[in-house]
T-cell receptor, first 112, second 112 residues
Framework: DSGVTQTPKHLITATGQRVTLRCSPR?????VYWYQQSLDQGLQFLIQ???????AKGNILERFSAQQFPDLHSELNLSSLELGDSALYFC???????????FGPGTRLTVL | DAKTTQPNSMESNEEEPVHLPCNHS???????IHWYRQLPSQGPEYVIH???SNVNNRMASLAIAEDRKSSTLILHRATLRDAAVYYC?????????????FGKGTKLTVNP
């Protein structure tokens, strides 16, 4: 158990819908990172938040958005879903000093 | 662009050492080299990281070439539980905005 929790574990939805993925970082970690893992693209960095503020952006689509709340949990919102959005979505957290990041178990999103 | 090159797959026998190579010829002076591994159906797991000198921890050793254009992850005695995809990653960004850019990794098979 890495200390990072993600809910839900599995999500099945239809094209055009909107979903929210939730992540609680390891206790004490201020940074949260979101990654998408699909079969053809591998692990892609989406976005990073640090203590509520956006710090770095990667290959995140305009249909996707994220935020980090005062209690440090983060949510990734995916809208106007397409078949190609089906993937594993991982959240990771770090304390910003050790250099390592811990990943959660992921949310598997299936868009039908 | 992951900017690291790894063999697609490697095989090892149980209880033998494993040397996983990685080329990162365009690395800049401030980029850390990180190694993560991903076991089937799990999120990535931190293994080790370093900047210039060799590093050791309970999981593995990291040997970084003097010119920093390549590195080798060393598992001293492979076990069946070490079978995973190993990612060599350049950490990009600084000052709290670091992000891991994953490549395709090396799939390690450990034979009993």
């Amino acid at each position: 158990d890495s200390g990072v929790t993600q809910t839900p574990k599995h999500l099945i939805t239809a094209t055009g819908q909107r979903v929210t993925l939730r992540c609680s970082p390891r206790s004490g970690d201020l940074s949260v990172y979101w990654y998408q893992q699909s079969l053809d693209q591998g692990l892609q960095f989406l976005i990073q938040y640090y203590n509520g503020e956006e710090r770095a952006k990667g290959n995140i689509l305009e249909r996707f958005s994220a935020q980090q709340f005062p209690d440090l949990h983060s949510e990734l919102n995916l809208s106007s879903l397409e078949l190609g959005d089906s993937a594993l979505y991982f959240c990771a957290s770090s304390d910003g000093t050790s250099g390592s990041k811990v990943f959660g178990p992921g949310t598997r999103l299936t868009v039908l | 662009d992951a900017k690291t090159t790894q063999p697609n797959s490697m095989e090892s026998n149980e209880e033998e050492p494993v040397h996983l190579p990685c080329n990162h010829s365009t690395i800049s002076g401030t980029d850390y080299i990180h190694w993560y591994r991903q076991l089937p159906s799990q999120g990535p797991e931190y293994v080790i990281h370093g900047l210039t000198s060799n590093v050791n921890n309970r999981m593995a050793s990291l040997a970084i070439a003097e010119d920093r254009k390549s590195s080798t992850l060393i598992l001293h005695r492979a076990t069946l539980r070490d079978a995973a995809v190993y990612y060599c990653i350049r950490e990009e960004g600084q000052g709290g905005s670091e992000k891991l850019v994953f490549g395709k990794g090396t799939k390690l098979t450990v034979n009993p």
